[in-house]
T-cell receptor, first 111, second 113 residues
């Protein structure tokens, strides 16, 4: 069964303190791994798609990487506006177009 | 204007009432989805549709029904609402090409008393 586990559940950082969020996955035939950002009361906002091990994507202070078993979302010198819940999801060949989501990591960045 | 629009944004109603949540999109995507989100349970798929004539149950479809009125419109109904259907509901769309991300609306916060 396809599965996604995110850790930690919650993370508190000081402004400027870099860290990483983890997304471990088990999927038959990975066809895409997705990172989303969700602010309270809003819908998930798409950040990145990764398709194969070794691939990396960057956007401002965020960098996503992918291996055959996990993905990391690295946050460099975070700012308070980076505070949000970050969701990871996978799309596998056996899921017929459905995404499998992790529970998310809630990030709080204090000034 | 948002690409994926959900109405209403908030709704409070009573047990036993029929409720319809609506979703419309301007992205031109064929695929549309309904999710609910509960604290500690994450996003769970209720129904999904790959085109107007193709509708499928997700992992938690009991108590819900859907209608795909057009490529751009996908509605979710609760025929007889119950309190444990209180949740945040999201509509999403995606391109029909495999491996593409889903794009979400801003959700409907539904409270059933």
């Amino acid at each position: 069964e396809d599965q996604v586990t995110q850790s930690p559940e919650a993370l508190r950082l000081q402004e400027g303190e870099s860290s990483s969020l983890n997304c471990s996955y088990t999927v038959s035939g990975l066809r895409g791994l997705f990172w989303y950002r969700q602010d309270p009361g809003k819908g998930p906002e798409f950040l990145f798609t990764l398709y194969s091990a070794g691939e990396e994507k960057e956007k401002e202070r965020l960098k996503a990487t992918l291996t055959k078993k996990e993905s990391f979302l690295h946050i460099t010198a975070p700012k308070p506006e980076d505070s949000a819940t970050y969701l990871c999801a996978v799309y596998g060949s056996s899921n017929t177009g459905k995404l499998i989501f992790g529970q998310g990591t809630t990030l709080q960045v204090k000034p | 204007d948002a690409d994926v629009t959900q109405t209403p944004r908030n709704r409070i109603t009573k047990t036993g009432k029929r409720i319809m949540l609506e979703c419309s999109q301007t992205k031109g995507h064929d695929r549309m989805y309904w999710y609910r989100q509960d604290p500690g349970l994450g996003l769970r798929l209720i129904y999904y549709s790959f085109d107007v004539k193709d509708i499928n149950k997700g992992e938690i479809s009991d108590g819900y029904s859907v209608s795909r009125q057009a490529q751009a419109k996908f509605s979710l109904s609760l025929e007889s609402a119950i309190p444990n259907q209180t949740a945040l509901y999201f509509c999403a769309t995606s391109d029909s090409t495999g491996g593409k991300p889903q794009h979400f609306g801003d959700g409907t916060r539904l409270s059933i008393l």
